[in-house]
């Protein structure tokens, strides 16, 4: 049994002294809820919430052909993405199976900052650094550099612009922009994992307990309250995001998981796991394996990932995650289906829940999609 001490964030003591829940997460404690996860939920759906993400694996690329390790390395094709943007891309394996899903910024005419989920950060950079051989880039382990935070939320860009003076009206969602941010400097990045509007601020792990401070004052009258990883997980089930070690695994190429868009065949060049992916892309256009589906309950039992998905009396797929929720008031979940069950509507599929098979409705993805 592993005896490794969790990892801390910078923010960890105040964590605590706001009475939050802790719990191990991919190595690092972190808080889980604060107070009510439905409360946290419902704040960033309706005003905004707070998160400290500090846990996510910052890797920096840089040097004359840093982009085309970039495109050799990943699935999308990191050459269109100009200055100041952001995209979302996988990596992959030879065998095309996911080694992890990211957000790859670029920062200056050379600079690349990939951010990988925690659990894979180790996975991703070593992978990035077998990669790089033979090209003029360095990888760089940048994970102790960066703390970040998220204010989440359609109160977010009021909150945000009463502590920073740089154009948030300006920003584009899936853009970055350096600024000052209640006097510390940041990355300033329009993206978030909740489906709602929403901001990432990466900074020095030095400047964290200022900046939430001052993001908390900001916010006090609009709503704004800290967010565990409870509610996070709750959020981006509705807006039907995947999550690593759930809807991707190694054991999934990107077309087995509905996201074969971000593997971009047109660029020039080979990259890893190309042969592979062209074939899971003719096969998920001639006989599609299983296909994620959302399932929306009739009762009120909650389906958890592993639960077998079934209907007439067969096994036709696998829940991924499921947990009740705060925005429909019913148990949802995510999971791979048979294609024959995979049309929104399709009746009679149930989930087995501990023996019993309660019925779900197939709907499409997302469960929820915010008025712009």
């Known amino acids: 049994m592993s005896t490794t001490t969790p990892r801390l964030t910078a923010l960890d003591a105040l964590h605590r002294s706001l009475g939050a829940t802790m719990t191990d997460f991919a190595g690092w404690d972190m808080p889980l ?7 946290e939920h419902n704040a960033v759906r309706t005003k905004a919430g707070l998160f400290d993400l500090s846990h996510m694996g910052e890797i920096t690329v840089t040097g ?9 390395a990943l699935v999308g094709n990191i ?13 992959c394996a030879e065998d095309g199976g996911i080694l992890d899903d990211l957000i790859v910024y670029r920062l200056g005419e050379t600079e690349y900052m990939v951010v990988a989920n925690a659990g894979n950060a180790q996975i991703v950079l070593d992978a990035l650094t077998a990669r790089a051989e033979g090209f003029d880039a360095e990888v760089r382990d940048d994970r102790d550099a960066y703390a970040l935070l998220a204010v989440q939320g359609p109160e977010s860009p009021a909150i945000l612009g009463a502590v920073t003076d740089a154009d948030l009206d300006g920003l584009k969602y899936y853009a970055g922009l350096p600024g000052t941010v209640a006097g510390v400097p940041a990355l300033i990045a329009r993206t978030g994992y909740t489906g709602e509007d929403g901001f990432e601020l990466f900074v020095a792990p030095e400047h964290a307990e200022q900046l939430w401070k001052a993001l908390t004052e900001a916010g006090a009258s ?4 800290p967010c565990g990883l409870s509610c996070r997980d709750t959020l981006r089930l ?3 995001m995947p999550l690593y070690g759930h809807e991707l695994t190694t054991a999934l190429t990107p077309f087995d998981a509905g996201l074969g868009r971000v593997v971009k065949f047109e660029k020039e060049g080979d990259f890893v796991g190309r042969k592979a992916l ?24 909650v389906p958890r990932a592993g639960f077998p998905v079934v209907a007439d009396g067969q096994v036709i797929g696998e829940v991924t995650s499921g947990a009740p929720s705060p925005t429909l008031g019913k ?5 791979y289906v048979d294609a024959a069950h995979a049309t929104p509507g399709t009746t009679g599929v149930a989930v087995d829940i501990r ?8 709907v499409a993805l997302p469960f929820y999609k915010r008025q712009k």
């Open 355 to 362: 023996g019993s098979h309660e019925p779900y409705e197939v």
């Open 64 to 72: 004359p052909q840093a982009v085309a390790l970039l495109n050799f």
């Open 331 to 335: 148990p949802i979940a995510m999971a």
């Open 79 to 91: 050459g269109t993405v100009s200055v100041g943007r952001a995209r979302y891309t996988m990596i």
């Open 238 to 240: 509705e807006a039907g």
């Open 278 to 301: 062209e074939a899971a892309a003719e096969r998920a256009e001639t006989a599609p394996p299983r296909k994620l589906v959302g399932l929306v309950a009739e009762g009120r039992r």
């Open 222 to 225: 609009r709503g704004l309250i």
């Open 33 to 39: 809820r604060y107070a009510s996860e439905r409360d």
